[in-house]
């Protein structure tokens, strides 16, 4: 599901892709156009609901939220990039920024 108005924190508990328990939740991030997906069993699966809406691959970046500890992890297969991201993290450190900046717009503390 591509979100289109914020949400709180909370409303992750309605996730109908409750992954390890309902305690993480995966997401996908278009940096570019500053969108976030969620909801999904897959990262690959919101990359696939993104691209469908027009984003671009390059700006595409998978990551995990636990909302029990407000922590985001950067890590996703979908961000494996033979010469940019030679592995599953994303391993700069401004790109990591840049998509707690992007959560951060669209998941609010209640």
Known sequence: MILSKPIGKMDFQNCTHKNFG???VKL????Q???????????ADLEA??????SEQKSLW???????DDKLEYN?????????????????????????RVFRIWVRDE
């Open 49 to 54: 609901e993104l691209l469908a809406d027009n």
């Open 22 to 24: 309902g305690f993480m």
């Open 62 to 68: 998978g990551f995990n939220y636990y909302p029990d």
């Open 76 to 100: 996703s297969l979908i961000n494996i990039r033979p010469m940019e991201n030679k592995s599953t993290d994303i391993l700069d450190s401004k790109i990591c920024a840049q998509v707690e």
């Open 33 to 43: 156009r500053e969108v976030l997906a969620y909801d999904a069993e897959w990262h």
């Open 28 to 31: 996908v991030v278009d940096l």
